[in-house]
């Protein structure tokens, strides 16, 4: 069966704080619980990162964030993490958690998709959840057993591509994402859509890394783009956007006026530099709200399983950062106007290749 659901967001965020992670195979998640999570409880939420890993001060830190702080707020309540080294800890992980009689396990990331597909299918009596992404049988149907948690990116990406239009003092920008899949399409074609809505003129430089958990790739590729006359990169690339912060820092101290636009959380801190940040603004998506909101639904016997559960621009599932001290007047101003025509039906923002020549066609 297949249900969309959009829920309203609530907009309290208390930062919490990192645990040590777990191990990376069965026997090491034994050995780690979270100081933060309450051991035995009735309840029990725990998620397997990615290989970015919980400290990734971006996507599975986000997640990591919510379901800590919904374990906070909540007594006799079970949270755990286990961090996944490399692609092939996904499945074991999984099911290392579905094995404890976890009350739902979640699979933070697209790339999990086979792996909770699997094991949602051999435990149909366990309650799961994955973030970005709908996983489907055979027949094109979702499991009862497997919430599907998206957002739109897409609409996001829009926004902070219009700040990006605007501020860019060279009329040329870049992209820089992770795995190119068609998840990170979205953040691509979302962002170009937003420069060109506002910069007809303006050149976009795109590459991938192939990694979302290879700082120094990203800080190769930050250096070659800057160098080629971008002074504004956008990643979509978790950890390896990571070095885009350090290759931005490292010229802003030698006087150069370059600027990152960060992705999933408020990046501002991690662009900060003796007196200065080359934080311009980060295109948050709430993460942590959709783990939560999940968690306490499950809690409270309202399990999702089989929707399809978005969050977009109208509840504030998607939007730009709080930190706006190097956003322009004119780019608040736009990003007001621009959600509001997104919102109404007046702008189609692009997800694909496809949509996105369209679009750029009509400009």
Same mark, same amino acid.
């Given at each position: 069966?297949?249900?969309?659901?959009?829920?309203?967001?609530?907009?309290?965020?208390?930062?919490?704080?990192?645990?040590?992670?777990?191990?990376?195979?069965?026997?090491?998640?034994?050995?780690?619980?979270?100081?933060?999570?309450?051991?035995?409880?009735?309840?029990?939420?725990?998620?397997?990162?990615?290989?970015?890993?919980?400290?990734?001060?971006?996507?599975?830190?986000?997640?990591?964030?919510?379901?800590?702080?919904?374990?906070?707020?909540?007594?006799?309540?079970?949270?755990?993490?286990?961090?996944?080294?490399?692609?092939?800890?996904?499945?074991?992980?999984?099911?290392?958690? #579905?094995?404890?009689?976890?009350?739902?396990?979640?699979?933070?990331?697209?790339?999990?998709?086979?792996?909770?597909?699997?094991?949602?299918?051999?435990?149909?009596?366990?309650?799961?959840? !994955?973030?970005?992404?709908?996983?489907?049988?055979?027949?094109?149907?979702?499991?009862?057993?497997?919430?599907?948690?998206?957002?739109?990116?897409?609409?996001?990406?829009?926004?902070?591509?219009?700040?990006?239009?605007?501020?860019?003092?060279?009329?040329?920008?870049?992209?820089?994402?992770?795995?190119?899949?068609?998840?990170?399409?979205?953040?691509?074609?979302?962002?170009?859509?937003?420069?060109?809505?506002?910069?007809?003129?303006?050149? !976009?430089?795109?590459?991938?890394?192939?990694?979302?958990?290879?700082?120094?790739?990203?800080?190769?590729?930050?250096?070659?783009?800057?160098?080629?006359?971008?002074?504004?990169?956008?990643?979509?690339?978790?950890?390896?956007?990571?070095?885009?912060?350090?290759? #931005?820092?490292?010229?802003?101290?030698?006087?150069?006026?370059?600027?990152?636009?960060?992705?999933?959380?408020?990046?501002?801190?991690?662009?900060?530099?003796?007196?200065?940040?080359?934080?311009?603004?980060?295109?948050?998506?709430?993460?942590?709200? #959709?783990?939560?909101?999940?968690?306490?639904?499950?809690?409270?016997?309202?399990?999702?399983?089989?929707?399809?559960?978005?969050?977009?621009?109208?509840?504030?599932?998607?939007?730009? #950062?709080?930190?706006?001290?190097?956003?322009?007047?004119?780019?608040?101003?736009?990003?007001?106007?621009?959600?509001?025509?997104?919102?109404?039906?007046?702008?189609?923002?692009?997800?694909?290749?496809?949509?996105?020549?369209?679009?750029?066609?009509?400009?």
């Amino acid at each position: 069966m297949k249900k969309k659901f959009s829920f309203l967001l609530t907009t309290v965020l208390a930062a919490g704080t990192l645990l040590a992670a777990c191990g990376q195979d069965d026997g090491d998640a034994d050995e780690a619980q979270g100081d933060n999570g309450a051991e035995g409880g009735s309840f029990s939420a725990k998620m397997v990162t990615d290989t970015g890993g919980v400290d990734d001060r971006s996507f599975n830190e986000s997640a990591w964030d919510g379901l800590e702080r919904f374990g906070n707020d909540f007594d006799d309540v079970e949270v755990d993490y286990i961090q996944s080294g490399d692609a092939s800890d996904y499945e074991p992980n999984l099911n290392r958690l #579905a094995r404890e009689d976890t009350d739902i396990v979640y699979a933070i990331g697209f790339l999990m998709e086979d792996d909770i597909r699997t094991v949602a299918e051999q435990n149909d009596d366990k309650q799961f959840a !994955i973030v970005d992404t709908v996983v489907e049988n055979e027949d094109g149907d979702t499991y009862e057993n497997i919430a599907n948690i998206t957002f739109a990116e897409h609409e996001g990406s829009f926004l902070v591509g219009a700040v990006a239009g605007l501020q860019t003092d060279g009329d040329h920008v870049g992209f820089i994402g992770g795995v190119e899949s068609p998840l990170i399409k979205k953040f691509e074609n979302g962002f170009k859509a937003g420069v060109k809505a506002v910069n007809p003129d303006a050149e !976009i430089s795109i590459q991938y890394a192939q990694d979302f958990n290879d700082a120094s790739r990203g800080q190769q590729i930050a250096d070659t783009m800057y160098g080629n006359g971008a002074d504004i990169i956008y990643h979509a690339a978790g950890g390896t956007g990571n070095g885009v912060f350090t290759e #931005a820092i490292d010229r802003a101290r030698g006087g150069e006026d370059v600027w990152v636009i960060g992705v999933d959380q408020d990046q501002h801190e991690q662009g900060a530099y003796d007196d200065g940040n080359v934080t311009l603004t980060s295109m948050v998506k709430r993460v942590d709200e #959709a783990v939560y909101q999940v968690s306490e639904q499950t809690m409270n016997g309202e399990y999702p399983g089989g929707e399809i559960i978005e969050f977009g621009l109208d509840d504030n599932g998607v939007g730009i #950062a709080e930190s706006q001290e190097n956003v322009s007047e004119e780019s608040l101003q736009a990003v007001e106007e621009y959600k509001e025509m997104i919102l109404n039906g007046d702008v189609d923002v692009p997800q694909t290749d496809e949509e996105y020549e369209e679009y750029e066609s009509n400009l």
